[in-house]
């Protein structure tokens, strides 16, 4: 009897915490990184843990979680900052439009972002390539709406989905799971969706027949007619005219990392013990990629900047992850607020004994927290940490509990999402109805079907 109450206690405390920590982030003026400390002390102290104990988990889980992601974070960030500011982002654009071909530019524009926004904020992408979209839509006659969705739709997937943006790799860190096949779960489980949600894309884009007037001030709203389409006949001369960086050298600050990365998770995978092992292990290791892809993007794709101006480019690039690693860290304390008070054994005894499937907890906690604070990244690392101790208790695999995680992470885009009012903003979105059928019904067909591949996964890992 004794262990149900301290069980029960325990759960209570959680609660409480939890429904504390909305409070907090959505009616009153407490940032979140003060309200997840708030609750991961409000957490420890009803779990049973003493002020002591709570403080000591506290300091412990936000130095590990950041020992763990913060300099790849940076890492990443600079890099970001170097290829928006030489226009590498666009040169990626450009290319992948001629490869795709004629006629299909929505399909190139959810390419482009599923690629820009790996090491690249979504919002900030999104702002970076709208001319873009913007530019084509009056070249091609195809409604702005759906060429930008498809943008944003590619951009919101590798947000949530793949690391070294910081939400998901601080869901790997989190479940211990190896970042290359962190990496190769999330492009495997968003590349059918990043189809799915194209195609609802174009079809949205005849609905809500929306283009760019002459000089692109505003948005002339009408009709679709099959005849307004036209092929793009000078998309070479368009990008000539920029003077952006080739398309290797564009590419290379984010391929090379991720193509070492992997190779590291291969030759493990495989068991492979010949010559060179201990190069591509150094090479491939998180840190030492990005330090690699980051001196491509500094002395190839930077390299017609001096010096200060490229440090003020990564430096205003930088301003922006303060808060994220605060964030980060913060969730981290509270995941060893609720490991070092057994609140997680407690969690899973209850979920065991409840009948839902373990697979879905994480998928239903990363939903509720999206729906409630808007912050993908904040759902995925508040997810992640309660749903860890599942993993053992329940037998869970780590990485498809990481995709689940993400998939409830990518839901629900509606009032309080920046990027929901970023989207409608850059793209004269001004009715509810218009905003719900773009921004909002396109996460909802990320979220589903992700979470569709996972439980269909479940049934054999």
Same mark, same amino acid.
């Given at each position: 009897?004794?262990?149900?109450?301290?069980?029960?206690?325990?759960?209570?405390?959680?609660?409480?915490?939890?429904?504390?920590?909305?409070?907090?982030?959505?009616?009153?003026?407490?940032?979140?990184?003060?309200?997840?400390?708030?609750?991961?002390?409000?957490?420890?102290?009803?779990?049973?843990?003493?002020?002591?104990?709570?403080?000591?988990?506290?300091?412990?889980?936000?130095?590990?979680?950041?020992?763990?992601?913060?300099?790849?974070?940076?890492?990443?960030?600079?890099?970001?900052?170097?290829?928006?500011?030489?226009?590498?982002?666009?040169?990626?654009?450009?290319?992948?439009?001629?490869?795709?071909?004629?006629?299909?530019?929505?399909?190139?524009?959810?390419?482009?972002?599923?690629?820009?926004?790996? +090491?690249?904020? @979504?919002? =900030?992408?999104?702002? *970076?390539?709208? !001319? $873009?979209?913007?530019? &084509?839509?009056?070249?091609?006659?195809?409604?702005?709406?759906?060429?930008?969705?498809?943008?944003?739709?590619?951009?919101?997937?590798?947000?949530?989905?793949?690391?070294?943006?910081?939400?998901?790799?601080?869901?790997?860190?989190?479940?211990?799971?190896?970042?290359?096949?962190?990496?190769?779960?999330?492009?495997?489980?968003?590349?059918?969706?990043?189809?799915?949600?194209?195609?609802?894309?174009?079809?949205?884009?005849?609905?809500?027949?929306?283009?760019?007037?002459?000089?692109?001030?505003?948005?002339?709203?009408?009709?679709?007619?099959?005849?307004?389409?036209?092929?793009?006949?000078?998309?070479?001369?368009?990008?000539?005219?920029?003077?952006? +960086?080739?398309? @290797?050298? =564009?590419?290379?600050? *984010?391929?090379? !990392? $991720?193509?070492?990365? &992997?190779?590291?998770?291969?030759?493990?995978?495989?068991?492979?013990?010949?010559?060179?092992?201990?190069?591509?292990?150094?090479?491939?290791?998180?840190?030492?990629?990005?330090?690699?892809?980051?001196?491509?993007?500094?002395?190839?794709?930077?390299?017609?900047?001096?010096?200060?101006?490229?440090?003020?480019?990564?430096?205003?690039?930088?301003?922006?992850?303060?808060?994220?690693?605060?964030?980060?860290?913060?969730?981290?304390?509270?995941?060893?607020?609720?490991?070092?008070?057994?609140?997680?054994?407690?969690?899973?005894?209850?979920?065991?004994?409840?009948?839902?499937?373990?697979?879905?907890?994480?998928?239903?906690?990363?939903?509720?927290?999206?729906i409630s604070l808007g912050s993908a990244t904040v759902a995925l690392i508040t997810a992640a940490t309660l749903t860890a101790p599942l993993v053992t208790q329940m037998g869970l695999n780590p990485v498809l509990v990481a995709m689940s995680?993400?998939?409830?992470?990518?839901?629900?885009?509606?009032?309080?999402?920046?990027?929901?009012?970023?989207?409608?903003?850059?793209?004269?979105?001004?009715?509810?109805?218009?905003?719900?059928?773009?921004?909002?019904?396109?996460?909802?067909?990320?979220?589903?079907?992700?979470?569709?591949?996972?439980?269909?996964?479940?049934?054999?890992?």
């Open positions: 009897m004794e262990t149900a109450v301290s069980s029960t206690q325990m759960l209570v405390g959680l609660g409480i915490g939890i429904v504390l920590l909305l409070f907090l982030a959505m009616k009153t003026r407490v940032h979140i990184f003060v309200a997840l400390i708030i609750s991961s002390i409000t957490t420890g102290l009803i779990g049973g843990l003493a002020f002591k104990d709570v403080i000591s988990s506290i300091t412990g889980g936000f130095g590990s979680t950041l020992g763990s992601t913060g300099i790849i974070i940076g890492l990443g960030v600079m890099m970001g900052a170097v290829l928006e500011k030489s226009g590498a982002a666009e040169q990626m654009a450009f290319s992948i439009i001629k490869l795709v071909g004629k006629g299909r530019e929505e399909w190139a524009l959810a390419i482009t972002g599923y690629i820009v926004a790996i +090491p690249v904020f @979504a919002d =900030s992408g999104l702002v *970076i390539l709208t !001319p $873009l979209a913007k530019s &084509l839509s009056r070249m091609t006659g195809k409604s702005v709406v759906g060429l930008g969705l498809a943008l944003a739709t590619g951009l919101q997937l590798t947000h949530v989905f793949v690391p070294p943006t910081p939400g998901p790799l601080a869901v790997a860190g989190i479940l211990d799971i190896d970042l290359g096949l962190m990496i190769l779960a999330g492009v495997g489980m968003t590349l059918p969706t990043l189809i799915m949600s194209t195609l609802y894309s174009i079809w949205l884009g005849k609905r809500l027949y929306i283009v760019p007037n002459e000089d692109g001030t505003d948005y002339i709203r009408g009709d679709f007619k099959e005849e307004y389409i036209r092929s793009i006949e000078n998309v070479e001369n368009v990008y000539k005219e920029k003077n952006l +960086p080739g398309a @290797a050298l =564009s590419f290379s600050p *984010i391929v090379v !990392p $991720l193509i070492l990365i &992997l190779l590291k998770t291969v030759t493990e995978f495989v068991k492979y013990s010949g010559a060179g092992k201990e190069l591509i292990s150094t090479v491939g290791h998180p840190i030492m990629a990005l330090i690699i892809g980051l001196l491509l993007a500094i002395y190839g794709l930077g390299k017609r900047y001096s010096k200060d101006e490229l440090f003020a480019a990564i430096e205003d690039g930088v301003k922006s992850t303060g808060m994220i690693m605060l964030i980060t860290g913060a969730g981290g304390a509270l995941g060893y607020v609720v490991r070092d008070a057994g609140i997680g054994d407690a969690l899973g005894e209850a979920v065991l004994h409840s009948g839902i499937p373990g697979i879905l907890v994480p998928f239903v906690i990363a939903a509720l927290m999206r995680t993400c998939a409830g992470a990518v839901s629900f885009s509606y009032f309080n999402d920046s990027g929901f009012w970023v989207f409608n903003g850059l793209y004269g979105l001004k009715e509810v109805k218009d905003q719900f059928m773009a921004k909002t019904m396109v996460s909802f067909i990320g979220a589903g079907s992700c979470l569709a591949l996972v439980l269909v996964l479940s049934l054999f890992f």
